[in-house]
């Protein structure tokens, strides 16, 4: 049996103004079946001094482990390689975690034994601090009906941070690492396709918007054009019956 019900992974990159928050909602959440891995990926602010303050003001509660800068992929396969917890859930430095949020996590995964992916609803917090709940729609039971929902139509919305995905899934695959952003696409793509996904009743993260975030860097998203695509519809990671998909989805891209 792993260790810990959750394994939580910050890689933090340039945000020592923001860790502090992430860190502190990681540790204020109840119980004793998580572990915390803080990443600094190679960051040139003040993110390993602040790191090894947290370290010791948690003593005992907190990993922190600082390596060269190798991007948010590779950053969160060593997350996967580095803890032992059953789900995995990857907090980027610049958000938080909902104050209930393992415990909406744990509800619906002890109620679905096995369940390969939790999805919960998120906070959006806007640079003037105006908060706004996102909430995807119900999860079809149809592998590519969820496939679709997510890429094709949008109601489906994942955020890192709101999601906890079962250790099993990055057996087969992990986040690929040629890719500096949209990394998580064909992730969470080949998790819907291939896991069971339950949704939860509730917020797990607030997601703080700002222009320098990774998440919204046009530029690198055009830079990996089509070949996210490829990526996303390998066909020996995604069914057949969803392949179809793949077309429609390159021209919207």
Known sequence: MPDFLFSIVIPAYNYAH????AVDSVLRQP???YELLVINDGSTDDTERLLADLVKRYEGRLRAVTRTNSGPAATRNFGVKNTSGQYLIFLDADDAMCD?????????IQDRPGLGMAVGDHISVASNEEKTLIQSALIPDQPFDRVKSYLLDKKIILANGSVAMNRDIFSRYLYPEKFRS????????YALANYSVASVDGAVAYVYKHENSLRHNVDLAKSI???VVDEI????RIPSE???LKGRFAVQR
């Open 18 to 21: 923001t860790l502090r928050r």
């Open 242 to 244: 969803i392949q179809p």
């Open 100 to 108: 209930d949020a393992l415990n909406l996590l744990r509800e619906v």
């Open 233 to 236: 519809f390998d066909p020996l």
């Open 31 to 33: 119980g004793l079946d």
């Open 182 to 189: 949209s990394e998580d696409l064909s992730m969470f793509t």
């Open 225 to 227: 054009g089509l070949d």
